[in-house]
């Protein structure tokens, strides 16, 4: 965990209520998987950001406002500092990877992938994404990962943008080794679906972020695990649905 200061040089919407950050600082061991806590004027606790892309000095996130504090972020202009927290969690681990990878995302689970893309294209894979949304106006991403070369398949759950229904109706068994971020049942219903030869990045409320709390505990077939530090991302084999 490395505390410091990022001064923003873009905040941009990019979707319905969904936003572009990009700020600079120190980006040096920032892993795809990861996340940022940013302190936000105003609110007590930090709020939990995972990375989208780190590259020399720039970190981008992208996030959704669903609160007060995400509404903060979102009127912050170029220019302001942040106080941030990085190197947060284990990222995915992409050594695993066959030469056909699959990523599977949904709604703001989506950014962390294209963070994975770009560094398992750059090893030579071939990736395809699957990405989930609710409606055309909430999907993003898709011109990114293209650009890296990956295949891209986008589903909404209105069929006003690409195919009608969920991840899970884009996804053929047997599906090659895959990584995902998104809403629990949609993990779920990938585990359900493909199996569980793959690693997952879990959405939990965090507190502090440092595994102090608590609050963001998991369990596992191993023992109870810590989101915020034993995760967020697992194998897939290692959850206890509920």
């Not at 795809?32 to 020399?56: M, T």
């Not at 709604?107 to 994975?116: D, K």
């Not at 779920?188 to 502090?208: D, K, P, Y």
Request: aromatic share 6%.
């Amino acid at each position: 965990m490395r505390q410091s200061k990022w001064t923003i040089l873009s905040n941009t919407l990019i979707a319905c209520r969904t936003y572009m950050m990009r700020l600079r600082g120190d980006t040096s061991d920032i892993q795809p998987g990861q996340f940022v806590e940013i302190e936000v004027p105003g609110c007590y606790l930090r709020r939990p950001i995972s990375v989208c892309d780190a590259e020399e000095d720039v970190l981008t996130i992208v996030y959704k406002v669903v609160g007060r504090g995400t509404a903060r972020m979102a009127d912050m202009r170029k220019g302001e500092e942040m106080d941030i927290l990085t190197c947060l969690g284990n990222g995915y681990d992409l050594g695993k990877a066959g030469e056909e990878v699959l990523l599977i995302g949904g709604g703001v689970g989506v950014p962390p992938l294209v963070f994975a893309a770009k560094r398992l294209r750059e090893t030579g894979k071939s990736v395809r994404v699957v990405t989930g949304f609710n409606t055309a106006d909430e999907v993003f991403a898709g011109n990114e990962l293209k650009a890296l070369g990956c295949r891209v398949d986008v589903c909404t759950m209105d069929g006003s943008y690409g195919t009608k229904g969920l991840v899970t109706d884009l996804i053929r068994t047997p599906a090659p080794y895959y990584y995902a971020c998104g809403p629990l049942p949609m993990l779920r219903a990938v585990t359900e679906r493909i199996g569980t030869n793959g690693q997952i990045s879990m959405e939990e409320r965090m507190g502090c972020g440092a595994g102090i709390c608590v609050g963001c505990s998991i369990e596992t077939r191993h023992s109870i695990k810590r989101v915020c530090v034993e995760g967020p991302v697992f194998n897939a084999d290692e959850i206890l649905w509920k």
